[in-house]
Structures are given as C-alpha cells and as structure tokens.
C-alpha cells in the first residue's frame, strides 16, 4: 500500500515535553500508515506513548516534529485555533469515562458538535435521532447521563463522536470502565461503525479482548512501534 | 456557539453556590445603589435649597454658616430702602428677616425627650423669599406658635404623631404650640421647624437676628453687595444663597468621597471573594471544558459561555438588590448636620447598579475561565 493512499500517514513524528527542566519524549521518530476503513488498536505498557499518539492522531495535541496527515491535512502545521476547527468536522473522540456533560440530556450532550455547524434545528434535530438510533439509544434521549448505565453512557459517548459523520475515531480506552457484556455491545459497535459506515478507527485499549475486536493490532513500546500484527496496515 | 440554556442550566448545578453568588453579589450592589443614593440625595438637596435669585445679607465672617451670623435687626428695613428692584408680591418687598438657630427642642416631661433641633425664626415674609415652602396642613405661625417641616421628625427621630399640629413642645423654657406642617420639596428646610421671629429672638435672648434674605427681581447681585459695603457699620457680606449652599455642599465632599471609598473597598474584596469562588466553580469543570474543546469548541466560545453565567447570576443579584433597595431604601429619610433629604432609588441608580454588577461579573469571571481553559488539552482530559 503507498503511503499516497493512506488516511493516516506519520513520518518521522516525534513528541518532546518538559517536566520541570527535564525533556521527556514519549514519541520518537515514528512512521506510520493506516489505510482508510482500518480499525485500529494500539497496546503497549504504560508510558509507550500510545495515548500521546492518539492526541497527536486526533489533533489534541500536536508533534514536536515530523508530519502527519489525516485525510490529506498535515494537522502538524496547523495551528491550536485551527486544529479546533479540524477537530469538529474530522474526528469524533471516545473517551475512557464518556465525558458527557452532566447538566445535559443525551440527546443534547450528541446536539453538541452539531451546533458548530450551519445547520438548521429540524436538520440537527434528524441527525441526533439518526445517531442515537445506530447506538440503540432512541428511546433514551431525554435521559441524563446520570440516569443511564456505563454502557449506555459510552454509546451515547459514541453517538455524540459519529454524529457530524467524521472520518476518523479514536477512542481512548472505551472499554476501560465497562462490564463484560457492556464492553462486548460497545466492541460490536465500533466495528459496525467501520463495515458498514467506513470509518477509521484508532483505538488505544490494555485489554487484549477488546483489541481482538480491531483489524489491525500496533505495540508501542518507548515511543517506538514494536510489531505490526495485520496485513492490512503497517509501520512504514 | 454554546446555546444560552446551557449557561443558565450550569448556574443551577449546585444551587448552594448559585445562592452564595447571587446574595454575594446582590449585598454588594445594593451596597452600590446606596453610596449613590445617598450621594446624590445629599448633592440633591444642597443644591436645591439655594435659589439664585435669593441674596443672603449676613454678618461679616459668618459666610460658613449662618447660625454663627448676627445683624442688627434693623438691616431689613434699611436694605429694603437703599436697594431697589427686588422683588414684590402684591406690594410687599420679599425682604425676609430671619434667626437660624441650632437648639433643644423637648417634646415631653421625660429625660430622654429632648432633641436637637434646627429652628428658624420668620416672618410671613419667609414666604416671598421661600415659594417652594407650601403649608400642608394647619397655618403659618404667630405668636407662641412654631410649624414644623414634613422631615423634621425623621430627623428628629420622633413619630409623626408627636409633630402634630395641636401638639405643645418646648423650645428652651418656651412652650409653643404646633400650627401647621409645610413642605419644601428637596430642601434642608424640609427638616427645619419655623417659629414666630420675635418668639425667637426672645428664646435665644438676642436683640439680633441671623441675616436677611432677599429676593431679586430687576437688582443683581451687585446692588445687594454694594450695600453691604456702603454700610461698613453694619459689618455685613453678601452671598447668593446657591453658592452659600454650594460651600455647604463642599464641606460635605470629603463624606461623599469616604462614602465611595468605602463602597469601593467592599467591592474589590466582594471582586476577590467572588474570585475565589468561582476559581473554585471553575476548577471542578476543566475536565468538561477540555472535552468541549476537543468536541470542536474554540476556548474563545467557552468563556463566553463561562462570562455569560456570572453575567445571568450577577443580573439576579441585580434583581435581589434592585427589590431590597425599591422595598426598604426608597423614601427613607437621612438626617444630616443641616437637614434630611430621602433616598430615591431612582432608574438612573438601578442602571448603575445592574451595570456595576455586570463589571464586576467580567474581572471575576475572566481570570478563574482563564485558569479553567488555559491547560494544554491531553492534560486538561485527564483531570479529575
């Protein structure tokens, strides 16, 4: 695969900060493409890097050097105000505990990225019911996080990132906080996601059940990948 | 954009809070709302008590206050003769004698039922020289009689009642017998008691009286004061009495200033009290705000969403303030050394007040939303 069709391509990215006067690099050099319609999971131990590669993939945060195109963008260049713009109409972010806003429905805590948009109340009002439906939360709208379980919560979580049909999702341990049986339904889901609706997936996840459920399997250790478990995509 | 409910839901998040902020912040603006009303109401009435048309004929030095001023008691009769074009009411000059007089008032038997009292000795010719002094009930007074302004129990500190007409009081050793009340709207004489000249001048045992005041109608000022320096035997000096109220009002200046310092010192610690609260408020949410970032949101659009709730839990304070100084400020009366004016919680001192609130609500606000949105967003998503 050349890197020109990639949706997520990395070169020589690297990731530098300082705690008090001492540089800490948890990303070094690292190249990496991910075809489009890929599910992702990267593992690796704690402090890998894995996480801070997802921020740098999703422009949460942005690399010290290198490049790194998403959908043909090099987010490396832009800048905080512009990654912020990029963010709301390219990438959807699963977080580990959900982070939905406690003072809002369901229905609103999905409206949110939708209300960045030009849209008009009867168009966000259909997309919001259309992106609950596919989470299986239709009947749940009116609900307030506080009123839904860690499942449940998560698949609004999911509903609130598809919403704006982004290309990309990444999700930071979704499983994390989850039973069994909740995480399995919300493994299902993010696979749905990307058969049947073409997104691309990067997920960071501990737990080897939960990264059997991706196509492709990346180890992160010390800022550098390891091994490359799938066909489908690899480190360049 | 953050739609607006989701600012006005956030203010109801811990009701507690929402409480302290808004009693907080109502206390400091009806704070505000007072320092202006009074300040205004005490402006208001020393520069309503002095007409430009009015000349003030008093003892020479005693241009700071009247009550230490003595003239012959002549002066009247001589002025009205020497200066002519003041002004005439059905063919009497508006020449008016008058004894200002600072004393004890006693309205019963008992120990504690004496007052200190501003009195003015007058003529009915008090009335050409005074037209906004109208008698609202009884008459004016004679002989052995005294009327009382429609303050001068509030700055008493007596009922109304006591002040009736009917009613005897003692001024000194002299019983006088209330004939009337009158009202001279926005005035010093609203808290003044008026007696007969004579009944005065007998009471403070003085063949003087305090000054003589004048009315112009074609003569000027000029005229007046170049009869004060013809008669140097007289000692007189001549002052208009809107400047001689204006000194007043001066004197009363550095009052007016600590009023406001002191409002001032209780709103930048109200700031800083506000501050910490909302340091507070803020700190438990940098997790949300970080996910609406991440969401798309710029940091701009959330501190305004931030602003826009200190701004709708400053309006309530408003409000609070607002019913608290409409229902128990509005139309007290305040006594002061030569007077009592009202407060008047007036739109203008409202306005003040909201928009006081409003600023206060932006430099408390900014720098807790700036501390909540300023974390670098991978670390922002980890907090607590």
């Known amino acids: ?236 | 954009m953050l739609p607006l409910s989701y600012a006005v839901r956030n203010l109801f998040r811990v009701p507690a809070r929402l409480l302290q902020i808004v009693l907080g912040g109502g206390l400091v603006i009806l704070l505000l709302m007072l320092a202006a009303a009074l300040s205004e109401g005490m402006d208001g009435v020393l520069r309503s008590s002095g007409s430009e048309k009015n000349i003030i004929v008093l003892g020479t030095g005693s241009e700071e206050s009247v009550e230490r001023s003595e003239i012959k008691a002549s002066v009247p009769s001589e002025l009205e003769a020497a200066v002519s074009g003041l002004e005439e009411v059905l063919g009497r000059v508006a020449v008016s004698p008058e004894i200002h007089y600072n004393g004890l008032l006693t309205l019963g038997d008992g120990p504690g039922d004496s007052r200190q009292a501003l009195f003015r000795g007058v003529t009915p010719a008090a009335l050409l020289v005074h037209p906004e002094v109208r008698l609202v009930e009884g008459t004016f007074p004679r002989a052995g009689e005294i009327m009382v302004g429609r303050l001068a129990a509030h700055r008493l500190g007596v009922g109304e009642a006591a002040l009736k007409p009917g009613t005897q009081v003692k001024v000194g050793s002299t019983t006088l017998r209330i004939s009337g009340i009158f009202q001279a709207p926005g005035t010093v004489m609203e808290a003044e008691l008026w007696a007969d000249l004579n009944d005065l001048r007998a009471i403070g045992q003085r063949d003087t009286i305090s000054c003589v005041v004048v009315r112009l109608d074609s003569a000027t000022f000029d005229d007046v004061e170049v009869f004060t320096l013809q008669r140097l035997d007289l000692e007189l000096a001549a002052i208009r009495e809107s400047d001689y109220y204006a000194k007043l009002a001066a004197f009363y200046t550095p009052l007016r200033i600590m009023t406001w310092v002191t409002a001032g010192l209780v709103v930048a610690g109200a700031v800083f009290g506000g501050m910490n609260t909302l340091y507070a408020a803020f700190a438990s949410r940098v997790r949300e705000m970080a996910t609406l970032q991440a969401v798309g949101y710029s940091r701009k659009a959330l501190a305004f969403s931030l602003l826009q709730e200190s701004l709708l839990a400053s309006l309530l304070g408003s409000l609070f303030a607002a019913v608290i100084a409409l229902a128990f400020a509005d139309g007290l009366s305040v006594p002061f050394s030569i007077g009592t004016f009202l407060l008047r919680i007036t739109p203008g001192i409202l306005g003040l007040g909201v928009l006081g609130g409003l600023t206060l609500a932006i430099i408390g606000t900014l720098p807790p939303a700036w501390t909540c949105l300023r974390p670098e967003l991978p670390a922002a998503l980890r907090s607590a």
């Open chain 1, 1 to 236: 695969m050349s890197s020109y069709e990639s949706f997520i391509r990395c070169r020589g990215v690297t990731k530098t900060y300082h705690k008090g006067n001492t540089p800490v690099t948890p990303l070094s050099a690292l190249d990496l493409d991910v075809p489009r319609g890929t599910f992702l999971a990267l593992m690796g131990p704690s402090g890998s890097g894995k996480t801070t590669l997802l921020n740098l993939i999703a422009g949460i945060d942005s690399p010290t050097s290198g490049s790194l195109h998403v959908g043909g963008v090099d987010i490396a260049k832009l800048k905080r105000g512009q990654l912020t713009k990029w963010r709301a109409s390219h990438v959807g972010y699963i977080f580990q505990l959900y982070h939905l806003v406690p003072i809002l429905s369901a229905f609103e805590n999905v409206e949110l990225p939708l209300l960045l948009a030009p849209l008009s109340r009867k168009e966000r009002h259909r997309q919001v019911q259309v992106a609950l439906e596919l989470v299986g939360l239709g009947d749940r709208s009116d609900h307030r996080p506080s009123e839904l379980s860690g499942g449940q919560e998560q698949r609004v979580a999911i509903a609130r990132a598809i919403v704006a049909n982004p290309a990309l999702l990444v999700a930071d341990e979704p499983t994390g906080d989850l039973d069994r049986e909740s995480a399995t339904q919300i493994l299902n889901l993010l696979r749905e996601l990307v058969r049947e609706h073409g997104k691309t997936i990067v997920m960071v996840t501990h737990d080897p059940r939960a990264a059997a459920a991706a196509d492709t399997v990346l180890h992160l250790e010390k800022g550098r990948l390891v091994e490359a478990a799938d066909l489908n995509m690899q480190a360049a």
